[in-house]
């Protein structure tokens, strides 16, 4: 008796092909390079992080200050991206900043690093330093005197290095850094607090600035404790006069704040090195 042989079996004409295999290494990909899209053009149109590397916008920002920046204020250039990817010739969408705002940008001369200060002086504006008083357009800027301004010691601001041994002091048994400090007011009505550490001829001052066209000058509120605009540019020192084509975008609110004390391996200092009173804080 003979076995009969099994017919093969085909599949019915029409029948789509059996879908390939999922490879999980391909969506993971695939999804980290949307993401990388996605945050790309929210960093470069939207908002972007700062964080505060040194003093020279005291008593407003601290060293350990985390801040985000809005990018669509006074419009975009190639300083609007990452790395300052040369993708938008000049600027587009382009507005002035106003005095007093507060903004962050590229440095003049290599145009690589990223300085924050405020605005004081528009295109066609001059700008002077006499005796430590602001001097805009000719008329002294409103200066008063208000409390001192008291910044505990900490490791995000050391005593000698960050607080020379004159303005150490004490209080409520803790050490403490001192300052004086003044209040001014600009002619549009922004006001603002700023610190006097005594006299420093080259930075209390200077010769009249006229403001070139296409650019501002800014200065930092820690006014004897700031390269800025006061100076000529140098590379990792003084802005000189910036481009408005350097300026990334305005400072919006304070999302975070430590004095450095924390430790990564340590999760309860988090809580305790936070500044909190400073988290929220706007401009």
Excluded at 86 to 102: C, E, H, K, Q, W
Excluded at 111 to 125: A, F, H, Q, S
Excluded at 158 to 163: F, I, K, S, Y
Excluded at 254 to 274: E, H, L, N, Q
Aim: net charge positive; glycine share 8%; hydrophobic share 40%.
């Amino acid at each position: 008796m003979r076995a009969d042989m099994a017919e093969p079996t085909t599949a019915p004409a029409g029948t789509p092909p059996a879908p390939k295999p999922k490879s999980e290494l391909r969506d993971t990909v695939g999804f980290l390079v949307k993401l990388a899209i996605v945050v790309f053009i929210f960093r470069s149109f939207f908002f972007s992080p700062f964080s505060i590397p040194s003093q020279s916008m005291l008593p407003r920002l601290l060293i350990g200050d985390y801040l985000f920046i809005t990018k669509w204020n006074y419009g975009y250039s190639r300083h609007s991206f990452p790395w300052s990817l040369p993708l938008i010739p000049g600027r587009v969408f382009a507005s002035t900043p106003a005095r007093g705002d507060v903004v962050v940008f590229k440095a003049p001369p290599g145009n690589r690093e990223d300085y924050i200060k405020r605005v004081i002086g528009l295109p066609g504006d001059t700008v002077q330093m006499v005796g430590g008083q602001l001097i805009l357009n000719g008329k002294a800027v409103p200066k008063q005197r208000v409390a001192d301004f008291v910044v505990p010691l900490s490791p995000n601001y050391p005593a000698d290095t960050e607080c020379p041994a004159e303005f150490q002091a004490s209080a409520a048994g803790q050490p403490v850094c001192r300052y004086m400090q003044y209040r001014e007011t600009l002619p549009n009505g922004k006001t603002y607090t700023v610190l006097d550490r005594g006299n420093f001829p080259e930075a209390d001052n200077t010769a009249v600035y006229t403001v070139p066209a296409g650019h501002i000058f800014l200065m930092g509120d820690n006014r004897d404790a700031s390269a800025d605009s006061r100076f000529p540019a140098s590379e990792g020192g003084a802005i000189g006069m910036v481009p408005l084509e350097n300026v990334e975008g305005k400072a919006l609110v304070t999302f975070w704040s430590t004095d450095g004390s924390a430790s990564w391996v340590k999760p309860w200092t988090w809580v305790s090195a936070a500044r909190w009173n400073r988290i929220g804080e706007g401009f």
